[in-house]
């Protein structure tokens, strides 16, 4: 199930600036469980130890989401990315947070699982070296990439990254 977190008061210092870098976005709770970044830094912005799921030297990174639990089966496989998409796993992109959360029935799952997601706009994007689909994980969103760059996709404004967190002994 979705369950709030409890933000820091006072981030560290790399929070800090990297708040600064991305526009000044403060974290903020869009809803149980859900909480918009303005960084991908999420696990520095919160008091609990969050458990990540994937391994950095084993790809496909895949947190256990059970298929009992989508609500959607399959998601559409995205051919811009290296990783057909099955199902969610712990991060990707999507077009919106109640379009991730149409996926999964995170209430379902027994687990206290915490999202963090951070908003990528097109007009934030450099027409050279900007924001990546593939970088993030598997795009699960309806909007229809075309290119490697957002930067280029004319028809899409904005898209969200999202990374899904089990709240517990983490490794802290």
């Not at 970044?37 to 989401?65: I, T």
């Not at 991730?100 to 994007?125: G, T």
Request: glycine share 6%; proline share 7%; aromatic share 14%.
């Amino acid at each position: 199930m979705l369950t709030d977190i409890t933000l820091f008061n006072r981030p560290d210092p790399v929070s800090q600036v990297l708040r600064m870098i991305n526009g000044g976005v403060r974290t903020k709770r869009l809803q149980r469980g859900v909480y918009q970044c303005g960084h991908w830094n999420f696990e520095r912005e919160v008091a609990e130890p969050l458990v990540e799921f994937w391994k950095h030297d084993e790809p496909p990174f895949y947190l256990d989401l059970p298929q009992q639990f989508h609500k959607k089966w399959p998601v559409r496989p995205n051919e811009n990315s290296w990783e057909q998409v099955d199902g969610i796993s712990e991060c990707g992109v999507c077009d919106s947070p109640d379009q991730l959360l149409s996926l999964y029935d995170f209430d379902a799952d027994p687990r206290n699982l915490v999202i963090s997601m951070v908003e990528v706009r097109r007009e934030n994007q450099p027409s050279e070296g900007g924001w990546r689909y593939h970088k993030w994980g598997s795009y699960v969103g309806d909007q229809d990439p075309r290119h490697e760059y957002l930067f280029y996709d004319k028809h899409i404004e904005r898209v969200f990254t999202f990374h899904i967190y089990q709240i517990g002994a983490g490794n802290r």
